[in-house]
């Protein structure tokens, strides 16, 4: 995809004029053809409008707003202090003209995400248009089978995150080159009708495409198939869906060549961040490492005075310094360079000059040890609830997926060791600086902590100098910081267990925007989609053994982490019941 970014912006300006060629001042006499004709009866023009077609993913994973729009309101991530979509979870202001730009009311993006999606499904239809029309000088028929298969997949792709955003919408089969006030909503089951023909043709134009490459292959579009049967299958109670859904699933499985890491945290370290290389990924969004590559195409849309408008912030960010990116890493990360006690020894290094740090009037520099940690932009926390769903005995993935300690730099702990005091109050200090622990904190855990490190407690056990970071001990909802300042910081909608698998590696300093892959379909959600369509098949069997499987893949080398006789019980009592065992989030996985 990297190759053909010339051809993606030529292709993107186009489209964006052809939007607005119903204006004014874009209305001219053009003597010879269509400018985009021309373009899109060459190869080289079908393969941009291929390419562009992929962008608009990019507007979406990795990006705060749509992580608003996907996490807000469940039961496993909660709004921390700085969140920018808490309309999402008390859904007041949640329209453009309500909201305001205050950190508790800020647009949720719905606009923006409408105008996106439905430019995305345009470009594909504009693509697919381009090919059936290419005659066999232009397009070779495996040229042609490659491109209608990529562009029906994401076409169906798009429509996925359209129908589950707002239910009933209009489906476009045609490209649409003019303005219109008509729509008509198709119903969710029709969408769904529609989107499974799009990914069924699309399979059969893949059949020879099965090599990973970052764009649609043929297992990218039998693991959407997958997903969207068990959708179906739960949203309209759809029986024969939930088997066909299993199906799809075991053949990924068995043809896509995707393995699982013995080391569950080998899937988000940096050397694996690329999503091609990725063994257990399937099919992935593209962030190049070269971050102008990752700009975002153009709105089209105009506002009151004919100007053009511009993505949100949210979805932006960096775009001033004309740049694009992952910002996941951003999302949900707590303020680990707050707590005084450590302030001095744990800063953000987002600059070359702030990686060297000043510590009793000797300059330190501490390079990329901090650069993992992000900013801290406290934006999502982990629910009691989440935290809970793991057994840290016996699977890898709490400790793999979460970051419960932040270690001084390994230039602090020679210095320590060394003979250099440490901070004032932890004179035992070496490594560890902040321990945060997602159960409520024993005696022993409090003696092993004074004199060493910073202790953060599950819940309060009423010691000065232990910090809560739940309410109780049953409790989901963190404790919740009023400003920014003195013990404020120590609140755990501000200092929380961070989620560590978006960090980000490749740069040289903590940085805004990242390069890291998003990861779309993995091998694990295949696992579980299979499960889930067996159980509710009312095959417990299979669905158990499925299950387990995934979990022997996650186990800690040498313990059992199989279902118990209590879990399978509750497997086999959900057969038929609609009671699925999915995530969405990928920390499950």
């Known amino acids: 995809m990297k190759t053909m970014i010339r051809q993606l912006i030529f292709v993107l300006l186009l489209l964006m004029v052809a939007g607005t060629s119903c204006t004014d001042f874009l209305e001219e006499n053009n003597r010879t053809s269509n400018t985009e004709d021309i373009l899109y009866s060459s190869k080289s023009g079908i393969e941009g409008l ?23 309101g469940t039961d496993i991530w909660l709004t921390g202090y700085d969140n920018r979509q808490k309309v999402l979870i008390n859904y007041s202001g949640i329209t453009p003209e309500v909201a305001s730009s205050t950190r508790e009311t800020m647009n949720a993006c719905f606009d923006e995400y409408w105008e996106m999606l439905y430019t995305a499904v345009n470009v594909c239809n504009t693509g697919i248009k381009a090919v059936n029309n290419a005659g066999e000088q232009v397009l070779s028929a495996l040229e042609r089978d490659q491109y209608l298969g990529e562009l029906k997949t994401l076409r169906a792709f798009y429509y996925w995150h359209l129908v589950e955003t707002w239910g009933p919408v209009q489906i476009n089969s045609e490209p649409v080159s003019s303005i219109s006030s008509v729509a008509s909503r198709s119903t969710e089951q029709d969408v769904y009708e529609f989107m499974l023909d799009d990914v069924e043709e699309a399979i059969q134009h893949l059949q020879a495409k099965t090599a990973k490459t970052g764009r649609i292959n043929l297992w990218a579009a039998r693991a959407l198939k997958a997903r969207l049967l068990i959708y179906k299958a739960s949203k309209f109670n759809d029986a024969p869906s939930y088997t066909a859904a299993a199906a799809e699933a075991e053949a990924v499985i068995s043809g896509s060549g995707a393995s699982f890491f013995a080391n569950y945290a080998d899937c988000w370290l940096g050397a694996n961040e690329d999503g091609v290389n990725n063994r257990e990924v399937i099919w992935h969004v593209d962030y190049s490492t070269e971050l102008a590559f990752n700009i975002m195409p153009p709105r089209l849309k105009l506002d009151a005075s004919n100007n053009q408008m511009t993505w949100s912030g949210m979805i932006l960010r960096n775009a001033a310094n004309a740049i694009g990116g992952n910002a996941s890493h951003l999302m949900f990360t707590g303020v680990w360079n707050s707590v ?5 020894i744990l800063r953000r290094t987002d600059t070359e000059a702030n990686k060297n740090i000043t510590y009793r009037s000797v300059v330190y520099n501490v390079g990329l040890s901090y650069q993992p940690y992000s900013k801290g932009f406290t934006r999502y926390v982990p629910s009691g609830y989440l935290l809970d769903l793991f057994n840290r005995e016996t699977d890898q993935r709490y400790q793999a997926s979460f970051r419960d300690v932040y270690y001084v730099a390994p230039q602090f702990t020679a210095a320590f060791e060394g003979g250099v005091a440490p901070p004032t109050g932890y004179a035992l200090m070496r490594d560890t600086a902040l321990y945060l622990c997602p159960e409520t904190v024993t005696a022993a855990q409090v003696a092993r902590a004074s004199n060493r490190y910073v202790l953060f407690s599950r819940t309060d056990v009423g010691d000065p100098v232990v910090w809560p970071l739940y309410e109780t001990e049953a409790a989901v909802m963190p404790t919740i910081a009023t400003s920014t300042s003195g013990v404020q910081n120590y609140k755990g909608n501000r200092m929380y267990i961070a989620c560590k698998k978006f960090d980000d590696y490749t740069g040289t300093v903590i940085r805004d925007l990242g390069s890291k892959d998003a990861f779309i379909f993995r091998l694990s959600e295949m696992y579980l989609i299979a499960a889930e369509g067996y159980m509710m098949a009312g095959q417990s069997g299979p669905a158990i053994q499925k299950l387990n499987d995934l979990r022997a893949a996650r186990a800690i080398p040498g313990q059992d982490n199989s279902l118990n006789a209590q879990e399978q019980a509750q497997v086999s009592g959900k057969e038929g019941t609609g009671t699925g065992i999915r995530k969405r989030d990928s920390c499950h996985t």
């Open 50 to 72: 291929v390419a562009a077609s992929y962008s608009y993913l990019r507007g979406w994973y990795g990006k705060e707003a749509a992580i608003g729009l996907s996490e807000g």
């Open 340 to 344: 005084p006690a450590t302030s001095s």
